[in-house]
């Protein structure tokens, strides 16, 4: 598991996995390989290194590609992806500094509007709210999704 590697080794690793470009590089793999299993890995990844430590969360929100790439997986068809997405990006809008809550919070908001602009939405909550559960025809949306959706519209 990676994030047992990035527990057990220094702080350093991380900073230096994101400085020598290893989240651009995922992000770009990332959007070049749409598949679920591929999407899970990735977002674990990115939960991996947002678990190291507080400051790792930083990088990630001054990292344009990286917020872009967690919402893009938001409209996913698999729950565990979308669950899993959405549950990083309230993490990146909770953290205690003001000011990188903001900053976050402005990137994820551009990002979902240009998501939902691509899809054809006007909207840029469409994405977030069709897969709440009440709207899931077929009975799959979850109650954590629903939970972290919610914290997200009304942050």
Known sequence: DFEVVLKDSDKKFAEEFIQELGLK???RVSREHINTQFDTQVLTVFKAII????????????????????????????????????KLLVT??????????????????ASLLDSARSRGYRNRWKSVVSH????????SGSFEYD???LVLINF
């Open 132 to 139: 709440i559960s009440v709207n899931e025809v077929d009975g």
């Open 147 to 149: 939970n972290y959706a």
């Open 51 to 86: 678990n190291v430590s507080p400051d790792v969360i930083k990088d990630i929100i001054n990292d344009d590609q990286t917020v872009t790439t967690i919402v893009s997986k938001v409209d996913s068809d698999d729950n565990a992806v979308r669950e899993l997405s959405m």
């Open 92 to 109: 990146l809008i909770i953290v205690e500094d003001d000011d990188l809550s903001d900053l976050a919070t402005t990137k994820i908001m």
């Open 25 to 27: 590089r995922l992000c």
